[in-house]
């Protein structure tokens, strides 16, 4: 079972940056695609904010569009999350995820992803 754990959260202020990284415990390019959630805390709804498929094809969601940018290194076994001109809207805990399934390539947004990480913390204050 592929574990994953992320890393680079933080507190910055409106305008930083940071850029999250999602370490996986297996070979990361037998993923067929990998996302980036976020949940703010006390909301039931997880935002898919980034994915990107196993050809290097990305998504990026409209509310952070320009902004974050999504990448993997396959020799490190890491997928990473860069977050510019951040705002205290995108405070909330990030998540990554990964799946195998086939409809990464048909629908990638209804994608049901086996593997997650526990999550790590973005504050933006303004």
């Known amino acids: 079972q592929q574990q994953l754990e992320e890393s680079g959260g933080g507190s910055v202020q409106t305008g930083g940056s940071l850029r999250l990284s999602c370490r996986s415990s297996?070979?990361?390019?037998?993923?067929?695609?990998m996302a980036w959630f976020r949940q703010v805390p006390g909301r039931k709804e997880r935002e898919e904010v980034a994915?990107?498929?196993?050809?290097?094809?990305?998504t990026i969601a409209d509310s952070v569009q320009g902004r974050f940018t999504i990448s993997q290194d396959n020799i490190k076994n890491t997928l990473y999350l860069q977050m510019n001109v951040l705002k205290p809207d995108d405070t909330a805990i990030y998540y990554c995820?990964?799946?195998?399934?086939?409809?990464?390539?048909?629908?990638?947004?209804?994608?049901?992803?086996?593997?997650w990480g526990h999550g790590t913390q973005v504050t933006v204050s303004s």
């Open positions: 995820a990964a799946s195998v399934t086939l409809r990464c390539y048909s629908d990638p947004s209804s994608v049901v992803y086996n593997a």
């Open positions: 297996g070979n990361i390019a037998d993923n067929y695609c």
């Open positions: 994915i990107i498929l196993d050809d290097g094809r990305t």
